[in-house]
């Protein structure tokens, strides 16, 4: 079985600061990962997703996540946050083989940017 | 591509009635998956459907729900005899394997809202 632990439910920052937001994960084997971003009433849209290569992965928006397998995280990173980032973000799993297709979702990280 | 689509976004119903749910995908995507996403907590994976074959049903899924996707292109969702704790987000994401699995990411749609009286 996986898991997915987003440390913090709700992250405030002022805007133009930076923002780290946390995931560590748990699984018994290789995986696929992925930060998605939910506004208000609306569906996920894709952050952006490690699948192999280098640890460093930069997304949409200005975002950036850390693949670190010794400590089985997957922190996600911005160095300066508009008003507009303000959303929930999910973490997420998927194995890397075998029957992989459901994600494993974190219970989410509130970004409330204040001005 | 048009991205994935949902109707309705919202629904409100009574308790004990029946809804249904629908969700196109994109269109070159053969894999399609439902989820279900309570206030604040993540989304929790439902079923999952390749091609119109419905290959896993997460233990999430009672007996009062089925899905189906008769051709492999859209699927619905139906619910029977709504009970107050089945109101949530319905989220339907789809993807592709064509491109390899690593290729394999889900893109979802805006959802549907249930709200059972």
């Known amino acids: 079985a996986q898991s997915v632990t987003q440390l913090d439910s709700q992250v405030p920052v002022f805007e133009e600061a930076p923002v780290e937001l946390r995931c560590n994960y748990s699984s018994s084997v290789s995986v696929y990962l992925f930060w998605y971003v939910q506004y208000p009433n609306q569906g996920l849209q894709l952050l952006l997703k490690?699948?192999?290569?280098?640890?460093l992965v930069k997304g949409i928006n200005g975002f950036e996540a850390e693949f670190n397998k010794s400590q089985t995280s997957f922190h996600l990173r911005k160095p300066s946050v508009h008003i507009s980032d303000t959303a929930e973000y999910f973490c997420?799993?998927?194995?890397?083989?075998?029957?992989?297709?459901?994600?494993?979702f974190g219970k989410g990280t509130l970004l409330t940017v204040n001005p | 591509d048009t991205g994935v689509s949902q109707d309705p976004r919202h629904k409100i119903t009574k308790r004990g009635q029946n809804v249904t749910f629908r969700c196109d995908p994109i269109?070159?995507?053969?894999?399609l998956y439902w989820y279900r996403q309570t206030l604040g907590q993540g989304p929790e994976f439902l079923t999952y459907?390749?091609?119109?074959?419905?290959?896993?049903k997460s233990r999430l899924l009672s007996d009062r729900f089925s899905a189906e996707r008769p051709k492999g292109s859209f699927s619905t969702l139906e619910i029977q005899r709504t009970e107050q704790g089945d109101s949530a987000m319905y989220l339907c994401?789809?993807?592709?394997?064509?491109?390899?699995?690593?290729?394999?990411?889900?893109?979802f749609g805006p959802g549907t809202r249930l709200t059972v009286l």
């Open positions: 994401a789809s993807s592709t394997i064509l491109r390899g699995l690593a290729g394999d990411t889900q893109y």
């Open positions: 490690y699948l192999s290569g280098s640890t």
């Open positions: 997420a799993v998927k194995n890397s083989g075998g029957s992989n297709y459901k994600l494993t």
């Open positions: 269109s070159e995507h053969n894999r």
């Open positions: 459907f390749q091609n119109e074959a419905q290959l896993e």
